[in-house]
């Protein structure tokens, strides 16, 4: 897997993992690298399937597999405890280090993600699902920006747009491996386990998100004990790309109030505060 190391290269410094969604790709985090590289160390890659990570996946990949490769990836780096920032699929992906290892992860925010899938949601994946499939991958790409940006956005934004479309569909990740990752997002499921996530999560919607319905952010809030939601009117499900500087001063807020408290320290206040 494709690993790149930004900002801080102390290994004691802080150190802030960006994982992305189901297009997988590290480029997605280009917005955020400015501000977070010159406080963190900053870990960018591309998922196993895509960009530079390329590689055929098995049947039956899920959420969990997904984690474990991170996991190892980071400690060939001798990356043992760390931050996750996700979005959308890669905010479960931090859920779900957290609970298959809970002594590495220290705290996560989950952009625009959910506890389980939403029907609307579903809807959107199996459209898009069926362009792929009975239209083609062109059809596929063309359409990806509908569900990820504001028309507004979209219309200010169009010779960019016809570049990243031709891009993506040069550098496509496989019908195959695409269709693999997008049924174990599907399958994803904490409704069952949140309450079993103690560390520190900044949970952060759009209310103008088409793809994933804001309300799911606030369900998951709800069900872990230890977060934090923060609602942004403006910038659809990649608000991150579009509002990058509303989306890094709340994103910068929350690390700093969280950035003191040493991780023991985040599980004890957990327990204190549902002890109550």
């Known amino acids: 897997m494709q690993l790149d190391i930004l900002g801080l290269q102390n290994p004691d410094a802080p150190t802030l993992v960006?994982?992305?969604?189901?297009?997988?790709?590290?480029?997605?985090?280009?917005?955020?690298?400015?501000?977070?590289?010159?406080?963190?160390?900053?870990?960018?890659?591309?998922?196993?399937?895509?960009?530079?990570?390329?590689?055929?996946?098995?049947?039956?990949?899920?959420?969990?597999?997904?984690?474990?490769?991170?996991?190892?990836?980071?400690?060939?780096?001798?990356?043992?405890?760390?931050?996750?920032?996700?979005?959308?699929?890669?905010g479960l992906m931090g859920m779900q280090l957290a609970l298959d290892y809970p002594d590495r992860i220290e705290r996560i925010t989950v952009i625009n993600g959910w506890l389980t899938l939403h029907p609307h949601t579903r809807r959107c994946f199996q459209v898009r699902q069926d362009l792929l499939l009975n239209v083609g991958i062109e059809a596929f790409v063309r359409a990806q920006p509908l569900f990820l940006y504001p028309?507004?956005?979209?219309?200010?934004?169009?010779t960019r747009l016809d570049q990243e479309d031709s891009h993506h569909v040069a550098h496509f990740q496989g019908m195959e491996n695409l269709m693999r990752r997008l049924h174990a997002l599907m399958s994803a499921d904490f409704s069952a386990r949140a309450a079993a996530i103690p560390q520190p999560v900044l949970v952060i919607a759009s209310q103008d998100d088409l793809l994933v319905p804001w309300s799911c952010?606030?369900?998951?809030?709800?069900?872990?004990?230890?977060?934090?939601?923060?609602?942004?009117?403006?910038?659809?499900?990649?608000?991150?790309?579009?509002?990058?500087?509303?989306?890094?001063?709340?994103?910068?807020?929350?690390?700093d109030q969280t950035d003191d408290v040493q991780p023991l320290q985040r599980v004890a206040l957990t327990f204190s505060r549902r002890t109550r």
């Open 217 to 255: 952010s606030t369900e998951l809030a709800a069900a872990l004990p230890n977060a934090t939601e923060q609602m942004m009117v403006w910038g659809g499900h990649a608000m991150s790309v579009t509002a990058p500087e509303n989306f890094n001063a709340l994103l910068l807020q929350w690390l």
């Open 18 to 90: 960006l994982s992305s969604g189901l297009g997988g790709v590290a480029g997605f985090w280009q917005p955020q690298l400015a501000a977070l590289t010159a406080r963190y160390r900053v870990v960018i890659y591309d998922q196993r399937g895509t960009g530079r990570s390329a590689d055929s996946l098995p049947e039956g990949y899920s959420m969990a597999m997904m984690a474990s490769e991170l996991a190892a990836a980071l400690a060939q780096h001798g990356i043992l405890r760390f931050s996750l920032i996700g979005h959308a699929l890669g």
């Open 151 to 158: 028309a507004e956005w979209m219309a200010q934004h169009q």
